[in-house]
């Protein structure tokens, strides 16, 4: 045990509060914000009952899937981890070669666009929803092998309207930004199928 | 022939233009808009040697990938038709099953987002470049089959910065629109890459 590192009950508090903030943290990052070693870490882990982060974010995922609505969960882009739907929601998005650009070895935007779009139409509690604007930024280049976490919050909503905001990081750093204005046409849909 | 038809030595004047005007006008667009039948007309563009509309656009093609300079051809979303680097393009994409959403058989956005972004990119006469901003407007749902022609024309340019406006259409309805702030980044590379 480092000298840093606080007694263990104190350490299963504060490891559990951090990790209901963001259950992304890794046992590295957890060893290095409570001043323990990794071993220490896991043991911790084992005795909360809390499986390492690869596990916990799949178990998340697998709720996150099943809340889905508006779209298919192959149409979305990146890994959905966490939605809850007329509210907010959040997905990885993990850059592989095939999606940089060849001659400047950086993430294609539309992939950044995709992940964002398919996030904000995710997050309306409805069967037909289309994106009626979009207003993105690109940050900074994205590169091979970073993770893109996505988060998409609700703002506002107006009749069928809904605003959508996106803020997409890879580690602290903020690579993209969107606003999506998008559209409920259930009830229009429903009119048109159910007109003379 | 048709009554509506004028005589031979106008209408070959008239076709001419026609396709000048529009070189992916059919020969049942030009059928109809003569006035005469599709038979008259494939005579009449063998007489002129002109080739079919399909064979016009893959020759366009040829040429317009040629002029490729910030993004390989296979990045391009839909086929290049024309490319005038510095100025203005055009591409067209074709709608297939796979590029529908499931639930509303309607045209996934980031293909439209992907076709006009890779399209504005193309413009520039640069070996790096990358897309700042994109405000962007989905006008009205495109379906499988029906094809869309994307005309990109750089609008303004300050300093490395160009404004490239995108309109796509399916036949003369407008269905997407799109302003990219596209950013010339060629020389901070080479500088960056000639530092000590």
Do not use: W
């Amino acid at each position: 045990m480092s000298k840093n590192g606080c007694v263990k009950s104190e350490r299963h508090v504060l490891l559990t509060r951090y990790l209901a903030g963001n259950p992304f943290l890794t046992d590295e990052d957890l060893a290095q914000v409570l001043g323990v070693s990794i071993q220490t870490i896991r043991l911790d882990r084992a005795e909360l009952d809390i499986p390492e982060m690869r596990e916990r974010v799949k178990k998340m995922a697998r709720g996150a899937y099943r809340n889905l609505r508006s779209i298919e969960s192959t149409e979305i882009v990146g890994e959905l981890v966490t939605l809850e739907v007329g509210r907010e929601g959040l997905s990885i998005l993990t850059v592989t070669e095939e999606m940089t650009l060849r001659k400047t070895k950086v993430l294609d935007g539309r992939y950044l666009f995709a992940q964002a779009n398919s996030l904000a139409v995710s997050l309306i509690d409805a069967d037909v929803v289309l994106t009626g604007t979009a207003k993105t930024s690109f940050k900074r280049p994205v590169f091979r092998n970073e993770k893109v976490v996505a988060r998409a919050l609700i703002t506002r909503k107006k009749g069928n309207k809904y605003m959508v905001r996106v803020s997409s990081h890879v580690r602290d750093e903020l690579v993209f930004q969107g606003k999506f204005l998008v559209f409920d046409l259930s009830e229009e849909v429903n009119r048109l199928e159910n007109s003379p």
